[in-house]
């Protein structure tokens, strides 16, 4: 669920060498560590040795193959579907730009939905099969596309469109003959993040009751406590996000061609007054479409009443003229305990963000062997790391929150990396003459260059939060809003799965928006070139 | 009256002005006329207004007041003809397209067909032989500045707008290009509007120029400067029209009042 979408720009061949050999040798170490710890762990149930993994891997080969392929393959399925979907919306904004804060306001709404409820709701409506897969790899795909889709059809010279007009054709030339072709790098940048989160929706898809995948596997190996085996699918679920990553992302430099975009997904700053009312507009629009869509899709697939909730009925549900408000205030019970971890974790992950990029760009060359290991991290799903840390630090608050922290850790780290590295030349020669501090470099120079790229990952990581919280809550706490919607599902509660649903949606939502609001003002103050 | 293809256009500005919606005076109601198959340029401070007249000729912005027509007709009904071709200061040419697919690409927009030959003979006639495969990015500044104006030239307009199309380039190269490129306007009578800054880039290529002041832009002076081609060597009567120029741009920054001068 990341969208600060990061490419290398070609780097002459020694540096990239010099990098490349820092990386193999610091993943090296990594896994000697790793099985050193393993060894003296043994007994305790939390960690596997990388030859354990190895050997659980062949072992249980067939086995592994095969719910891998079908993973795979709703994976891809829904992977196609999504971006087919993104890129459709995304002609739409750019032929019709009154319809992108609708677009883009569903598509923040959609990318909000927990997991943990739609999952199961998808379960009921769609049944046995594939289809909840399909559905939930597709909508994971489809934020992380879309995003950097419209930055890349909008970041346009002026003067190209200017070309289009003067011949007299209008915005659909345009599109085609301009935007389309100089979104491609763009394009490449979001689908190369849609790869790993469509295998993450897939996998969530198959908690859910599916027959075979890596998810049925995860689970029972967890419930199991087969500790190899649960190593083992993460180490494969891990290796397949981050092999999808890179040949996506090779796939993309060859095809864009030039150098690739760092999209930072920052919102358009608007200038003056209009601001609020144009943001306003669009979130009433688009919770309007998010409404259509909702009841319409009762009425079309003509869910039966027993699951369908009308959203008069979740108005009734938090009104408290249903059940005299025994679920609106369980629900509320239950997101408050979410908040106690959800919180701290944000914060520590955001922090630990930070911190570690500016230790890292203090240090020289650090930065490209650090670099590698956190774009690749930053891609393995959280249902991979969820069952791993539950392993290791247990299924306490402790365990909840270093989850959460380590699902806005990596995005974080990796955003501040591209952005202190993005510090204008001049301004760092100009210090330089002065033979200016380290730290005052780093100050005065580097951390505003960093911001617009801190904040879009700051943005991002509220929706990320609150999948981890409510994901983990779910496998492991058994607290919380998660809990309470895995619960709900069960028993077949639907008054409380849809009030959860559109509770959890509207807290990340508006998260969201309060971090973008101080994202705004924050880079009016340090960045106004980022304004529009 | 049908017109002619090949016959440059006249253009009428009648008191037309520009104020943004954020309140920025752009130009102040201006008036004037630019003969068919004349080079009229336009010579101002920077930020003085003279692009967005221009962009109100080329209709790519709307008059608050006012009105531009090109002969008689909106600039609109003259864009949808492909008759209009614009190069700007950044040369614009699309990163992923080779020369000669950005000098076709403004055929194509106009929806006039493929002539390949035209574009051959743009190629050659702007010293680009050779470098028709090539993509923007191994092109030198004052190359790619070549491309875009062989790009303006393929439709064979009835008007050339050319913004400060020296501008981004190095002085050796802009000189260069200014002794060269105005006979390929010239031959087909094309009605040319120049905007720059450079007063001798000014007197060197145009028939007539207009001198605007400090924004909101006003007419300071109108100046004729026929002399004869090529103006490869700078006279005495070329400096004398430099001088007029000057002082008049002098007038305008000292906020003296718009006067028509005649040279």
Redesign the interface.
């Known amino acids: 669920m990341i969208v600060v979408a990061t490419a290398r720009i070609r780097r002459p061949s020694a540096p990239a060498r010099r990098d490349a050999t820092i990386g193999a040798v610091g993943v090296v170490i990594a896994l000697v560590a790793w099985e050193v710890l393993a060894r003296s762990l043994e007994g305790a149930f939390v960690l596997a040795a990388p030859t354990a993994v190895v050997a659980a891997i062949i072992d249980n080969g067939p086995l592994l193959g095969r719910a891998l392929a079908a993973t795979g393959s709703t994976a891809l399925i829904g992977f196609v579907i999504g971006n087919l979907a993104a890129v459709l919306l995304a002609a739409l904004a750019a032929v019709w730009p009154r319809s992108e804060r609708t677009v883009t306001g569903l598509a923040l709404i959609v990318v909000c939905l927990p997991l943990v409820a739609t999952a199961p709701l998808l379960r009921v409506l769609l049944g046995a099969g594939d289809g909840p897969q399909i559905a939930l790899a597709a909508l994971a795909v489809y934020y992380t596309t879309l995003i950097p889709l419209l930055v890349g059809l909008r970041a346009v ?1 002026d ?2 469109l ?8 209008g915005t659909l ?1 345009a599109l085609i ?2 935007r389309a ?2 979104s491609v790098p763009y394009l490449a940048a979001g689908l190369q993040i849609a790869a790993p989160a469509a295998l993450l929706g897939a996998m969530v898809g198959e908690f859910t009751g599916a027959e075979r995948g890596l998810g049925v596997l995860t689970i029972r190996a967890s419930r199991d406590l087969d500790v190899d085996l649960t190593w083992a699918l993460a180490t494969i679920a891990a290796v397949v996000s981050m092999l999808a990553y890179a040949i996506i992302g090779a796939i993309g430099r060859a095809a864009s ?2 150098q690739p975009p760092t999209i930072l997904a920052a919102p358009r700053i608007a ?1 003056g007054a209009g601001r609020l009312r144009r943001t306003l507009t669009g979130a009433v629009s688009a919770v309007l479409a998010t409404v259509a869509l909702w009841w319409g899709g009762i009425v079309l697939l003509n869910v039966t009443p027993f699951v369908a909730r009308t959203p008069v009925d979740v108005v009734g549900i938090f009104a408290g003229t249903r059940d005299n408000g025994a679920t609106r205030d369980a629900l509320f019970a239950a997101l408050g305990d979410t908040a106690v971890f959800v919180a701290p974790g944000y914060l520590a992950g955001l922090a630990a963000g930070v911190l570690l990029a500016v230790l890292i760009v203090l240090v020289p060359g650090a930065s490209g062997a650090v670099m590698p290991i956190a774009v690749a991290l930053r891609s393995v799903p959280i249902v991979t790391t969820a069952p791993l840390i539950v392993l290791l630090i247990g299924r306490g608050a402790v365990g909840a929150i270093t989850l959460i922290a380590v699902m806005v850790f990596f995005p974080t780290l990796v955003a501040c990396l591209h952005g202190l590295r993005q510090a204008p030349g001049q301004a760092l020669d100009v210090m330089a003459v002065y033979a200016a501090a380290p730290w005052r470099v780093l100050l005065r120079a580097r951390i505003p260059a960093m911001l617009p790229a801190f904040f879009a990952a700051a943005r991002m990581s509220v929706p990320a939060a609150v999948l981890a919280v409510t994901v983990v809550e779910w496998l492991a706490t058994g607290t919380g809003i998660g809990a309470l919607m895995a619960r709900s599902a069960s028993l077949s509660n639907y008054d409380a799965l849809a009030g959860a649903v559109v509770l959890v949606t509207a807290v990340s939502a508006l998260g969201y928006a309060v971090v973008g609001a101080i994202e705004t003002r924050m880079l009016a103050r340090y960045a106004p070139e980022q304004a529009s | 009256m049908a017109p002619d293809h090949r016959a440059g256009a006249a253009v009428q500005v009648d008191a037309a002005s520009k104020v943004y919606p954020d309140g920025t005076d752009a130009v102040a109601p201006i008036t004037l006329a630019l003969e068919a198959g004349r080079t009229t340029a336009l010579v101002g401070p920077s930020g003085c207004g003279k692009s967005t007249l221009l962009r109100m000729i080329a209709g790519l912005e709307l008059p608050t007041g006012g009105d531009v027509r090109i002969d008689g007709e909106h600039p609109d009904a003259v864009q949808r003809r492909g008759e209009l071709a614009v190069a700007f200061q950044d040369p614009s040419l699309l990163p992923w397209r080779s020369v000669a697919a950005n000098i076709a690409l403004a055929r194509e927009l106009a929806r006039l067909g493929r002539d390949d030959a035209r574009v051959t003979e743009l190629i050659e006639l702007v010293g680009l032989t050779g470098f028709a495969a090539m993509k923007p990015a191994a092109l030198s500044g004052g190359m790619r500045q070549r491309a875009a104006i062989a790009r303006a030239l393929a439709t064979e307009p009835r008007l050339l707008l050319l913004d400060e199309p020296f501008g981004a380039v190095d002085e050796l190269t802009r000189q260069q290009l200014a002794r060269e490129l105005p006979a390929l306007w010239q031959g087909g009578g094309t009605t040319t509007l120049l905007v720059t800054h450079s007063v001798a880039e000014a007197v060197r290529l145009a028939d007539r120029v207009i001198v605007l002041s400090p924004r909101p832009a006003r007419v300071l002076a109108d100046i004729p400067t026929e002399l004869p081609r090529p103006r490869n060597d700078v006279g005495p009567e070329a400096e004398r029209f430099e001088r007029a120029i000057v002082e008049a741009l002098e007038r305008g920054r000292a906020g003296g009042d718009a006067t028509q001068t005649g040279g």
């Open positions: 010279p003067t190209w200017d070309l289009v007009r003067v011949a007299g054709r030339t003959v301009v072709r100089a061609g030039g200038a």
